[in-house]
């Protein structure tokens, strides 16, 4: 159904008169009868009576009028959610639990009429996919993984690093240190049945467990953090990785540990990537808000893997 045609059909209604309507529509008399006239063909009735004193809805009019309204207002909702600047910024966090998700409510929070869908996509080429293809604004991932490369058009800038923490139950043998070093995890087993192949947390694993010599189990299904906090609390040797901000409950009695790693300290990079051409006015106030508060990469006391860090320029 042509919406220009229904839209003409309420302008008339609500004007009273073809001449009101045209006026009101910038447009001629002569179109507004055509419009109408193509619009009373396409619905085999008569929308109008018309008479000295103007133009009245038939009865058929008077019963799509309602219907006409709807139409219209749905029409003009598709359009602001694509619009720029009308519709929801559209932001990947990969998952709603993570810290990712509140580094976007702490910048909901500093802009809270900010318009934001929050998507959860899985995998890191899904989501640069999204990207480039504009189903989504921006993606926070650790980028880019080895062996690949972002999209024309597309860029990723640093905007979180975050600590590592081991977390075991209390009957493991580091479960009353107050920190351990990555050394000293040499030859142990962390289990992280999530690291699931091509996903970059796994890329991200990887490299860690080679530079010290960690033995990471991906082995088993994974049905969630629950089981996972059950398994470690019950454990004596099984111990796991999360981040520093990642939000975790779990039953008193599971006594859990959360011992933070340092000399040197593992962090998780985190980079928002987005469309260089993208012109939502929110994405820019994202990436403002989300550099103003990156404090920067350490020089020392830090380790991310290679991949990860920014390529250096030539020497002269």
Do not use: C
């Given at each position: 159904?042509d919406v220009?045609a229904?839209?003409?059909?309420?302008?008339v209604?609500?004007a009273?008169?073809f001449?009101?309507a045209?006026?009101?529509?910038?447009i001629?008399p002569q179109?507004?009868?055509?419009?109408v006239a193509?619009?009373?063909k396409?619905l085999?009735?008569?929308?109008?009576?018309r008479?000295?004193?103007?133009?009245?809805?038939t009865?058929?009019?008077?019963?799509?009028?309602?219907?006409?309204r709807?139409?219209?207002?749905?029409a003009?909702?598709?359009?602001?959610s694509v619009?720029?600047?009308s519709?929801?910024?559209?932001?990947?966090?990969?998952g709603?639990?993570?810290s990712?998700?509140?580094?976007l409510?702490?910048f909901?929070?500093a802009?809270p009429?900010?318009?934001l869908?929050?998507?959860?996509?899985?995998d890191?080429?899904?989501?640069?996919?999204?990207?480039?293809?504009?189903?989504i604004?921006a993606?926070?991932?650790?980028?880019?993984?080895p062996?690949?490369?972002?999209?024309r058009?597309t860029?990723a800038?640093p905007?979180?690093?975050?600590?590592l923490?081991?977390?075991?139950?209390p009957g493991?043998e580091?479960a009353?240190a107050l920190?351990?070093?990555p050394?000293?995890?040499a030859?142990?087993?962390?289990w992280?049945?999530g690291?699931l192949?091509?996903t970059?947390?796994?890329?991200?694993y990887e490299?860690?467990?080679?530079?010290?010599?960690?033995?990471?189990?991906?082995?088993?299904?994974?049905?969630?953090i629950?089981?996972?906090?059950?398994?470690?609390?019950?454990?004596?040797t099984?111990?796991?990785f999360v981040?520093?901000q990642?939000?975790?409950?779990?039953?008193?009695g599971?006594?859990?540990?959360?011992?933070p790693?340092?000399?040197?300290?593992?962090?998780?990079p985190?980079?928002?990537?987005?469309r260089?051409?993208?012109?939502h006015?929110?994405l820019?106030?994202?990436?403002?808000?989300?550099?103003?508060?990156?404090?920067?990469?350490?020089n020392n006391?830090?380790?991310?893997?290679?991949w990860?860090r920014?390529?250096?320029p030539n020497?002269?």
């Open positions: 159904m220009t229904v839209r003409t059909f309420v302008a209604v609500d009273g008169q001449q009101e045209a006026i009101d529509l910038s001629t179109a507004v009868s055509k419009r193509a619009l009373e396409e085999g009735v008569q929308l109008f009576t008479d000295a004193r103007g133009a009245r809805p009865v058929d009019g008077q019963a799509f009028l309602p219907h006409a709807g139409l219209l207002q749905a003009e909702r598709a359009v602001a619009r720029p600047g519709r929801a910024l559209r932001v990947d966090v990969i709603r639990q993570l990712l998700a509140g580094l409510r702490g909901h929070l802009h009429d900010t318009e869908d929050v998507v959860t996509l899985f890191s080429d899904t989501a640069v996919a999204a990207v480039r293809d504009g189903t604004d993606t926070f991932r650790a980028a880019p993984m062996g690949r490369q972002l999209p058009g860029e800038t905007v979180f690093d975050e600590p923490h081991l977390f075991t139950g493991h580091f009353n920190a351990i070093t050394a000293q995890l030859g142990r087993r962390i992280m049945p690291n192949p091509g970059e947390w796994a890329a991200y490299e860690l467990a080679a530079t010290f010599g960690i033995l990471i189990d991906s082995v088993g299904p994974d049905f969630g629950e089981p996972l906090l059950d398994t470690i609390a019950n454990s004596t099984l111990a796991t981040s520093e990642t939000p975790l409950v779990w039953p008193v599971h006594d859990l540990r959360r011992i790693i340092k000399d040197p300290t593992p962090l998780y985190h980079s928002l990537i987005w260089v051409d993208n012109p006015p929110s820019a106030a994202l990436r403002r808000h989300l550099t103003s508060a990156y404090p920067g990469r350490p006391g830090a380790w991310v893997p290679n990860s920014p390529a250096q020497s002269p």
